[in-house]
């Protein structure tokens, strides 16, 4: 594996206005751990190894379960995630996967069941950072540990 640019020297600027984004999305009231179930499930949709590799020890770090971290791909399948992370993670399908379906108007109601008008512009925000990092990241070419050198 070859990183194909350090986008953090070869624009700073661009780097740091998604930080910002980052940063506002974060401070937005989410529960961290929803956060980064978030971050993890658009990363495995966009198959972003250097994403996926960082949320997950992120949520490890928080005192995660490795069961509900190796669930995550599944989660509709397993009994480890409440009704409320799940209308999370399925609004964060929809939006990752947008072009193909949209976000129905039944998504949208089970979204609301459990989030008010602020925490779905905090959720609709967290799903499109992380999905600006994640296409970033396979645009050029970062892995898992490509700045640790």
């Known amino acids: 594996m070859q990183l194909r640019m350090n986008h953090r020297q070869a624009n700073p600027a661009g780097f740091q206005a ?20 978030i971050k993890i499930r658009a ?34 399948d397993a009994p480890l995630f409440t009704a409320r992370e799940k209308a999370a993670l399925a609004l964060t399908e929809a939006l990752t996967l947008v072009a193909e379906k949209g976000v129905s108007d039944d998504l949208y109601a089970e979204v ?9 512009v905090a959720l609709i925000m967290a799903i499109n950072a992380i999905n600006c990092w994640n296409r970033i ?13």
């Not at 999305?25 to 956060?35: R, S, T, Y």
């Not at 609301?112 to 779905?120: L, P």
């Not at 990241?137 to 050198?149: E, K, L, N, S, W």
Request: aromatic fraction near 10%; proline fraction near 3%; charged fraction near 30%.
């Open 137 to 149: 990241a396979i645009a050029t070419g970062m892995y898992p540990g490509c700045f640790d050198a």
């Open 112 to 120: 609301r069941e459990y989030y008010d008008d602020s925490e779905v």
């Open 43 to 76: 990363s495995q949709l966009n198959g972003c190894a250097f994403c996926l590799d960082m949320h997950t020890t992120d949520l490890r770090k928080m005192g995660e379960r490795e069961q509900r971290v190796h669930l995550i791909s599944v989660w509709r």
């Open 18 to 37: 998604l930080l910002k984004l980052e940063e506002a999305a974060k401070g937005m009231g989410l529960d961290p751990v929803l956060f980064e179930l």
